[in-house]
C-alpha cells in the first residue's frame, strides 16, 4: 500500500505532511531523551540535504555520500564500538529515510511545479497562435525574440525558427520610413517603461495596423527586457472613416 502520487500535488495536504512530520520527529528525539546530543543537529541538516538537488537520483547520491562520511567519522572517533554503538550505528538509516522521505516530497513538488509552467505555457501558446492579430516580442535593437505563425506568414517565411534574430527593418523590407517609426516607439517603450499605440500603413500589403507597443519587465527589478507588439488590422475601419 502507498500514498497515490496525486494527493501529495494538494496544498493542504503536502504542507500538512511538512508541519506534521517537523512536529513528530524532534519531539521523538526530545521523548527518546537524544535532545542533548547532536541527533537534533544532525535532523536539521537533513532538512538542508534535501533540498540540494532537483532530481531525487542526485538526491540519492548526496545522501550516500553524506552517509558514508557520517559513518567513517563515527568509526574513526570510536564510537562504533563498545555498547553505545548500535546507538550511533541506527543514527545512518535514520538519515537515509528521513532524508529520502523530505527529498521525495520536494522532488514531487518541483515535478507538480514544472507540469503547471508546462500546461500553462502550452495554454498561452494555443492563444497566441490563434488569436487574429500579429504578436510579437522584440529586443531593445528591434530583434525579434517570438513571433505568432500569423505574422510569420503575412510576411512570408516558414515558421518562427527563420525570423529569430532578424530586424523590424529586415522584415519591412523597403519601407525604411515606417521600420525606424516603429523601432523609434520600441526604444520609448524602453525609456519610458510605459505602453505606446500608434496606427501605422504597410505599403507593401496595403494595410492599415493599429500598433500596441507594452513593456515586458523583469519581475524583481521592473526594468524592461523586451516589447511585446500587437498589431491589429484596422483597414475596414479606415476605408469606412474616409467615406
Known sequence: AH???KYFYDDKIFYGLILCDSILLPAGIYFSGYAGSDLYLMYFFIVLLTPMSSRFKYLMINIIIFSFIYGWLLYKNGYL?????LSY????PFIIVIAMFFGYLV?????DKDRRLREARERYEQIVQATDVLMCIVDHEGKFLFANQKLVKFYGYQDEKSIFGLTISRIYNEDETEAGKTLSYVRSVYKNNDMVQYESYDKNHGIWFANTLSPIRDSSTRDVFAVCI???DITDRIKKEKK
Open 3 to 5: 500514498i497515490p502520487e
Open 81 to 85: 564500538a563498545g555498547p553505545a554503538a
Open 89 to 92: 550505528l541506527i543514527r545512518i
Open 107 to 111: 522532488t514531487t513538488r518541483l515535478k
Open 230 to 232: 500587437i498589431s491589429k
